[in-house]
């Protein structure tokens, strides 16, 4: 477990940027979505891999790559919407067509 600012932290910021960086949004989840509910994509089931195999795996070098919004600045995975059961994650202003990470 990383520590942020003397805590424990489990948890991942992601965000869409323009692609030269000059405008970036945070992603967030739906209104209703409840605090601490697993963001999921369709087809891709089973249980979340530990921080471990995340780390050792280099798995973030893998997924970041085809993670982008939409032309409706949702977020997907290639092409599937990351979603939790309140609805689809987005950029925050609904920044289109951009890379996410």
Known sequence: ????VGF???G???CAASEDGSKVEFIEPPADAKIGERVMV??????PATE???IKKKMLDAIF?????DSEGVVTYKGVVLST?????AAQNKM???PVG
């Open 1 to 4: 477990t990383r520590k942020l």
């Open 8 to 10: 424990p932290s489990h």
């Open 12 to 14: 991942m910021v992601l």
């Open 42 to 47: 369709d087809g891709f089931d089973g249980e």
């Open 52 to 54: 471990n195999q995340i």
């Open 65 to 69: 790559p085809d993670l982008s919004t």
């Open 85 to 89: 059961s309140a609805g689809p994650c």
């Open 96 to 98: 289109p067509n951009s």
